[in-house]
């Protein structure tokens, strides 16, 4: 494999999985009326914590779903969590 070509490899299967992760969120999110409070937060933490990127993207997903099902103490915390993930 040519110099280079393993990282673009790693980088394109870790692109695949980010995707795929969002692309369980947005399924999610379509579906959360489906869910009572506390089953909405749960299947989005489940999400978060099988999020293959470490930016802080999973905690503002949860932030999210908290906030929209009426925790909003922990949406607050969640999206702390967030930003100092970012950082």
């Known amino acids: 494999m040519a110099r280079g070509g393993a990282g673009v ?3 394109a299967i870790e692109n695949a999985a ?3 992760w ?8 379509e579906r959360c ?3 009572d409070r506390e089953g909405g937060v749960v299947a989005m933490r489940a999400l978060a914590e ?3 990127a470490a ?7 949860l932030a999210g ?3 929209s099902m009426g925790f909003e103490a922990e949406a607050g915390a969640e999206s702390d969590n967030g ?5």
């Open 65 to 67: 779903m908290y906030d």
């Open 55 to 61: 930016d802080g993207r999973a905690a503002f997903e």
């Open 83 to 87: 930003a100092r993930s970012a950082i």
């Open 33 to 35: 009326d489906e869910f």
């Open 22 to 29: 969002e692309s369980a969120v947005e399924d999610l999110w």
């Open 50 to 52: 099988a999020c293959p």
């Open 18 to 20: 980010v995707e795929r």
């Open 9 to 11: 490899v790693r980088a």
